[in-house]
C-alpha cells in the first residue's frame, strides 16, 4: 500500500483537493474544473466540504504524518528493528544510507505541484510560474544531496528535471497572449518536441537499463564488491598516512581542499567515528541508516559493528580492516 501511494502520490493529492479547484466558466458561475456540473458555493458544493476535511486530513496529514514519524525514526530502528526494516523499506530502499530522508523532497514536490491549480485557478501565468518554482526547487535539490543509491538513477532524474523544465519554459511562449506567428513558433514548437523526445529516450534507456540490473542483479553486485575490494587498499593506506601526520599534517592537507574536497573529508570523517567510536553526527540529516547497503546483505554492517563492540580492540592495522571491509 505505502508503494502504491508513493508511485500515485501526486494523483492521489490532486484528486483530494480537486473539490477546491475552481474556476470561472463561460457562463460566469464558478465551477469544479473537474466536474464543471457542479458551482462552487452551491448548497451541494457546502455539504461536499466535510468529505473534503476528511479526505484531506486521511490522504494528506494523516499519511504524511506516518511517513514523517517513520523517516524520524528510522535512524535509530532501521538496523535494530527487522519488522520496522520490513515496514518502511519502501520510503528508503532506492536512496542511499545518507540521504534517506529524501522521500519528504519529493513527497514536498507532488504536494506542490497537486495544489497548483487550486491555489491560482484562474491564473494560467500563475500557474506555470508557481510548477516552475516547485521544479526547479526540486532541481536544485537533487542535484545538491544526489539521492539515489544507483549514479545512473540520480543522472536520469537530473536529465528528466532539466528536461521538464526546458520544455515548461519554452511553453510560457504559448501562455494566452496574442500568440506567435507560424513562422516564430515553429522553432519553438520543434524545440519542445526534441526535449519531449530526449526525455522518452532517456527514461526508457533507463527502463532498460533497470530490468538488466533485475535480470542478472548478481552481476551487478559482485561488481560492486569488486570495486569496494579494489578500493580498500588505496583507503588503508591513506588511513596509515592520515595517523603517521598527526595534526601539522592534517592541518596541511586541509589547506590544499577546496570546499568540496572539505565537506566529503568531513563526511568520511564522521562516518569512521560511527564505526569506531560509535559516535553520530550532531545533525539529524547527516545521520546514516545502517542495515542500507547495495553492495553487501542488510545485516552485515549490524554484525560487525556488534562484533565490534563485544572484542576487545586488536592491532590498529586488523582493528582498521576489519571496519574498513565491514564498510
Keep these: 500500500a ?3 501511494y508513493m508511485s500515485f502520490s501526486i494523483s492521489v493529492s490532486f484528486s483530494t483537493v480537486s473539490v477546491l479547484d475552481c474556476y470561472k466558466s463561460p457562463n460566469d458561475k464558478s465551477t469544479i474544473r473537474s466536474m464543471p456540473f457542479a458551482v462552487c458555493g452551491s448548497e451541494e458544493y457546502m455539504l461536499a ?4 476535511v476528511l479526505g484531506i486530513l486521511i490522504y494528506i496529514v494523516g499519511i504524511w504524518s506516518a511517513i514523517i514519524f517513520c523517516i524520524a ?3 535509530k530502528l532501521y538496523a535494530v528493528s527487522d519488522s520496522f526494516r520490513a515496514s518502511v523499506r519502501f520510503l528508503v530502499y532506492k536512496f542511499r544510507a545518507c540521504r534517506w530522508w529524501f522521500n519528504l523532497i519529493l513527497l514536498a514536490r507532488s504536494i506542490g505541484l497537486a495544489l497548483t491549480s487550486a491555489i491560482f485557478p484562474d491564473g494560467i501565468f500563475e500557474q506555470w510560474l508557481l510548477t516552475i518554482c ?9 542535484m545538491q544531496y544526489q539521492p539515489y543509491s544507483e549514479s545512473y538513477a540520480n543522472k536520469v532524474e537530473t536529465i528528466e528535471l532539466v528536461t521538464i523544465v526546458a520544455i515548461m519554459l519554452l511553453g510560457a511562449a504559448f501562455i494566452d497572449g496574442p500568440g506567435l506567428s507560424g513562422e516564430a513558433s515553429t522553432p519553438l514548437g520543434i524545440a519542445m518536441v ?3 523526445t530526449l526525455c522518452c529516450v532517456v527514461v526508457l534507456v533507463a527502463l532498460a537499463w533497470a530490468m538488466i540490473l533485475a535480470v542478472f542483479g548478481n552481476i551487478a553486485v559482485r561488481a560492486q564488491q569488486r570495486e569496494v575490494q579494489m578500493i580498500v587498499p588505496k583507503v588503508l593506506d591513506a588511513f596509515k598516512l592520515a595517523g603517521q601526520a598527526g595534526e601539522d599534517g592534517a592541518l596541511a592537507l586541509l589547506k590544499l581542499t577546496d570546499y568540496e574536497d572539505h565537506a566529503q573529508l568531513v563526511h568520511v570523517a ?3 567515528l560511527r564505526v569506531h567510536r560509535n559516535e553520530a553526527p550532531g545533525s539529524f540529516f547527516r545521520q546514516r541508516l545502517w542495515s542500507h547497503s547495495t ?3 542488510a545485516g552485515d554492517m549490524d554484525n560487525n559493528l556488534s562484533e565490534h563492540q563485544q572484542e576487545d580492540r586488536g592491532s590498529p592495522e586488523t582493528d582498521l580492516e576489519r571496519n574498513t571491509f565491514s564498510l
Excluded at 466540504?49 to 473534503?52: G, K, S, T
Excluded at 516547485?134 to 537533487?142: F, I, K, Q
Design 295 to 297: 553492495t553487501f546483505d
Design 49 to 52: 466540504i466535510p468529505v473534503l
Design 270 to 272: 564522521e562516518l569512521i
Design 73 to 75: 525514526k528510522a535512524p
Design 134 to 142: 516547485v521544479m526547479l526547487l526540486a532541481l536544485t535539490m537533487h
Design 2 to 4: 505505502g508503494m502504491l
Design 194 to 196: 526534441v526535449s519531449f
